[in-house]
């Protein structure tokens, strides 16, 4: 065992190293092309998450019952009609979960920046700038 000792922090450094971001604003994968000016088609709100910046844009009303254990607060609601400017689109991805969140960062048109979850992996549902009737769940093919 002794003689195997340094592969596990050797181990460690390259997994660590087998993650990223990769900018999905120009791949054409997306129903969106950045940067956008578009309009909220819905309500949604503006939380505060831990210490984490920026500020998170996500559905509202929603389920609250977990936002205390996330360290989750509603800053305030966005209502529908209000404009947004998208700038970035983004994935995560990572040796221990393959394709992770799919991101689209903007500025509200008070200035305060913000981050939207709009999906996992290969899968991103309506965004709250996109019209209704929109399907639960698209597939997208984004680093294929």
């Not at 505060?48 to 009303?61: C, M, Q, T, W």
């Not at 947004?84 to 920046?113: M, N, Y």
């Not at 981050?115 to 009737?133: H, M, N």
């Amino acid at each position: 065992m002794g003689r195997l000792a340094w592969l596990l922090p050797a181990a460690a450094v390259w997994l660590v190293g087998c993650q990223g971001t990769d900018d999905l604003s120009r791949s054409g994968c997306l129903p969106l092309r950045v940067p956008a000016a578009v309009m909220l088609q819905r309500e949604t709100g503006l939380y505060r998450v831990g210490d984490a910046e920026p500020l998170v844009l996500s559905d509202h009303p929603r389920d609250t019952r977990q936002d205390a254990f996330h360290r989750r607060s509603l800053l305030r609601t966005v209502p529908p009609g209000t404009r947004v400017t998208i700038d970035r689109l983004t994935q995560r991805w990572g040796f221990d979960s393959g394709k992770g969140r799919i991101s689209a960062f903007g500025t509200l048109a008070s200035g305060e920046p913000f981050e939207y979850g709009w999906g996992v992996g290969t899968v991103i549902g309506p965004a709250p700038w996109e019209g209704p009737g929109m399907p639960n769940q698209r597939t997208v093919r984004c680093g294929d």
